[in-house]
């Protein structure tokens, strides 16, 4: 722990924590010690972590990077950092984000960008987001490990953009009690590692039933670490051809194809297969994601959280929402609330947001097929490219940075598993990742199908 802080006290300039909590991590730290010497040390016992700003943790500010929950510091702890806590995990401090987990470069947050500590010329480039603090802390040894959130692929694209393991398990593994919502039926929490073994370590503590959220499931936690046998014989590995589209880069095609041969060459079978309804998921994606943005968002009015704006002579009620309103949300998440009240507004609502519920059904079809005829895991790329730099796709139109989630957010929409885990680098020196993706609460064996491609 005390090497952590003094390493992240000397990564200032990449921006990772928002929050540090120096007294916090020493306390717990000693704590840890003293269950070690007793020799009644749980799983976590005394490895320091990071927590991502969207989690709730109780008296440490908790603002989702965004400047309308200024001063917001709950008096409640999430489940998952609660269970984090329980296993005797030291927090660091709360890492940076897309403000309310909107983005994949985490340049909409209001603490500013975080860097990605990897560099091969003078550019400074974006770590991914929304997890970009976090894959961040990991990357550079700010932590052991990290909390991230996944809604359309904010855990596993910072990981491939930083060289580390992300998992997002089955929806409803984790707890969402506790963390800031941004779009409730696809969000989930997952870990951030080094290593795939570190991942699944984690990941049992994360888990878990929990009667504060009716989504999550009551299904017994399995030990994923003892899964790790690297044995993947006769697994079959499904390749979808629908993610290999029109202009794929010829380096990301090929990192594909050498994981297909490495799984192959540990004794699994190698299968085409076919997700028909790939192409639409992130038009649905951006349908329902705002959708549930919108409402979930409604209740940051000036009055029960956070930020208040300045209020002039004869303003009422309703200038003081638009005020504060106004200044408190940055533009991403303006123009997600304003996407989203037009998609399920009257008259809209069955053209667009009905219409991106049909189609989701269809992208989960398309899985469960796939997996009814034998398919064990899907193995695709992370994402179409290697960390970009910071303003190269921000200044773009926002539908380029949409993009980077076409191979991750399928996997929000069907609610399956997903793991990113590194692959080798591109022609610049840059991480590369692959993404598995398992049957839903099968992230055992989708460890393990990571551990044999690590
Ligand atoms: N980039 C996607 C979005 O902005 C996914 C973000 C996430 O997974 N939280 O919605």
């Given at each position: 722990t005390e090497a952590c802080l003094a390493a992240i006290d000397g990564a200032?300039?990449?921006?990772?924590?928002?929050?540090?909590?120096p007294e916090i991590a020493l306390e717990r730290a000693k704590a840890a010690d003293a269950r070690l010497k007793e020799g009644?040390?749980?799983?976590?016992?005394g490895l320091p972590i990071g927590m991502k700003d969207l989690f709730c943790t109780k008296g440490v500010a908790s603002q989702a990077?965004?400047?309308?929950?200024?001063g917001f510091t709950p008096e409640y702890e999430s489940t998952v950092s609660q269970k984090l806590q329980d296993a005797g995990a030291v927090m660091l401090g709360k890492l940076n984000m897309d403000e309310f987990a909107m983005?994949?470069?985490?340049?909409?947050s209001v603490y500013g960008d975080a860097i990605n500590?990897?560099?091969?010329?003078e550019r400074n480039l974006t770590p991914g987001g929304s997890s970009g603090g976090s894959a961040t802390a990991v990357a550079a040894d700010l932590c052991l490990a990290a909390t991230g959130t996944d809604t359309g692929g904010s855990i596993r694209q910072p990981a491939a953009f930083t060289g580390t393991v992300g998992i997002k398990p089955?929806?409803?593994?984790?707890?969402?009690?506790g963390i800031i919502a941004y779009a409730s039926s696809l969000d989930q929490a997952g870990p951030m590692t080094k290593t795939v073994r570190d991942a699944a370590i984690m990941l049992e503590a994360m888990a878990g039933h929990d009667?504060?959220?009716?989504?999550?499931?009551?299904l017994a936690v399995p030990n994923f670490e003892a899964m790790l046998t690297g044995d993947i014989r006769g697994k079959v590995i499904g390749v979808p051809k629908?993610?290999?589209?029109?202009?794929?880069?010829e380096e990301i095609g090929k990192l594909w194809d050498d994981g297909a041969a490495m799984l192959k060459d540990a004794g699994a079978e190698v299968r085409e297969i076919s997700l028909?309804?790939?192409?639409?998921a992130l038009p649905a994606y951006y349908v329902i994601a705002p959708a549930e943005a919108s409402s979930n968002l409604?209740?940051?009015?000036?009055?029960?959280y956070g930020h208040r704006a300045k209020l002039g002579a004869g303003d009422g009620i309703n200038e003081m929402y638009e005020k504060t309103r106004a200044e408190g949300f940055g533009d991403e998440v303006k123009r997600r609330i304003m996407v989203g009240t037009y998609v399920l507004s009257a008259g809209f609502y069955d053209a667009y947001y009905n219409r991106a519920r049909k189609v989701r059904t269809l992208i989960k079809k398309d899985f469960s097929d796939a997996f009814d005829a034998g398919v064990d895991a899907i193995l695709t790329p992370?994402?179409?490219?290697a960390a970009f730099g910071l303003g190269e796709m921000s200044d773009a139109d926002p539908v380029q940075m949409y993009l980077n989630d076409v191979f991750t957010i399928t996997v929000n929409m069907a609610g399956l598993p997903g793991i990113t885990v590194p692959a080798g680098l591109s022609s610049q020196g840059l991480p590369l990742g692959l993404q598995l993706i398992g049957r839903p609460w099968e992230e055992g064996d989708l460890l393990n199908t990571a551990y044999a491609l690590e």
């Amino acid at each position: 722990t005390e090497a952590c802080l003094a390493a992240i006290d000397g990564a200032d300039a990449l921006n990772a924590y928002v929050h540090k909590t120096p007294e916090i991590a020493l306390e717990r730290a000693k704590a840890a010690d003293a269950r070690l010497k007793e020799g009644d040390a749980p799983d976590m016992c005394g490895l320091p972590i990071g927590m991502k700003d969207l989690f709730c943790t109780k008296g440490v500010a908790s603002q989702a990077a965004s400047g309308i929950l200024e001063g917001f510091t709950p008096e409640y702890e999430s489940t998952v950092s609660q269970k984090l806590q329980d296993a005797g995990a030291v927090m660091l401090g709360k890492l940076n984000m897309d403000e309310f987990a909107m983005g994949s470069s985490n340049e909409s947050s209001v603490y500013g960008d975080a860097i990605n500590p990897w560099k091969v010329d003078e550019r400074n480039l974006t770590p991914g987001g929304s997890s970009g603090g976090s894959a961040t802390a990991v990357a550079a040894d700010l932590c052991l490990a990290a909390t991230g959130t996944d809604t359309g692929g904010s855990i596993r694209q910072p990981a491939a953009f930083t060289g580390t393991v992300g998992i997002k398990p089955t929806y409803g593994r984790c707890s969402r009690w506790g963390i800031i919502a941004y779009a409730s039926s696809l969000d989930q929490a997952g870990p951030m590692t080094k290593t795939v073994r570190d991942a699944a370590i984690m990941l049992e503590a994360m888990a878990g039933h929990d009667m504060k959220d009716s989504t999550s499931a009551d299904l017994a936690v399995p030990n994923f670490e003892a899964m790790l046998t690297g044995d993947i014989r006769g697994k079959v590995i499904g390749v979808p051809k629908e993610y290999r589209p029109e202009g794929l880069p010829e380096e990301i095609g090929k990192l594909w194809d050498d994981g297909a041969a490495m799984l192959k060459d540990a004794g699994a079978e190698v299968r085409e297969i076919s997700l028909p309804h790939t192409k639409y998921a992130l038009p649905a994606y951006y349908v329902i994601a705002p959708a549930e943005a919108s409402s979930n968002l409604a209740r940051y009015d000036g009055v029960r959280y956070g930020h208040r704006a300045k209020l002039g002579a004869g303003d009422g009620i309703n200038e003081m929402y638009e005020k504060t309103r106004a200044e408190g949300f940055g533009d991403e998440v303006k123009r997600r609330i304003m996407v989203g009240t037009y998609v399920l507004s009257a008259g809209f609502y069955d053209a667009y947001y009905n219409r991106a519920r049909k189609v989701r059904t269809l992208i989960k079809k398309d899985f469960s097929d796939a997996f009814d005829a034998g398919v064990d895991a899907i193995l695709t790329p992370a994402t179409p490219s290697a960390a970009f730099g910071l303003g190269e796709m921000s200044d773009a139109d926002p539908v380029q940075m949409y993009l980077n989630d076409v191979f991750t957010i399928t996997v929000n929409m069907a609610g399956l598993p997903g793991i990113t885990v590194p692959a080798g680098l591109s022609s610049q020196g840059l991480p590369l990742g692959l993404q598995l993706i398992g049957r839903p609460w099968e992230e055992g064996d989708l460890l393990n199908t990571a551990y044999a491609l690590e």
